[in-house]
């Protein structure tokens, strides 16, 4: 098992920038990718960004290529998302996901483990 836990997220205003965390525990050798999704109300959860937990090679959606940064730090266990340039539409609840397949996952199905959710929000 592996146990995610987010954090980082709040209230921001468009154009401003948030850093999100995921710390990760338990059997973190069973993780080869990880990933960050976001469900706004009302909607299905989306694909963000992934990355791939040993060589660090990443892949965005469209909406948020250029603006937003996944990364993470072997050594602490830790899964970030920098978010920049915030715009409203990306108020949602953001959930980190570890995957044992090899690769950059994009689909929800693909993901075993799942963080609680953090919440952020675009507003002026």
């Known amino acids: 098992q592996v146990h995610l836990v987010e954090s980082g997220g709040g209230l921001v205003q468009p154009g401003g920038s948030l850093r999100l965390s995921c710390a990760a525990s338990?059997?973190?050798?069973?993780?080869?990718?990880m990933g960050w999704f976001r469900q706004a109300p009302g909607k299905e959860r989306e694909f963000v960004a992934a990355?791939?937990?040993?060589?660090?090679?990443?892949y965005y959606a469209d909406s948020v290529k250029g603006r937003f940064t996944i990364s993470r730090d072997n050594a602490k266990n830790t899964l970030y998302l920098q978010m920049n340039s915030l715009k409203p539409e990306d108020t949602a609840v953001h959930y980190c996901?570890?995957?044992?397949?090899?690769?950059?996952?994009?689909?929800?199905?693909?993901?075993?483990?799942w963080g609680q959710g953090t919440q952020v929000t675009v507003s002026s």
């Open positions: 338990g059997s973190i050798i069973s993780i080869n990718s």
């Open positions: 990355v791939d937990w040993a060589g660090g090679s990443t």
């Open positions: 996901a570890a995957s044992r397949f090899y690769g950059l996952q994009i689909s929800t199905r693909h993901y075993d483990f």
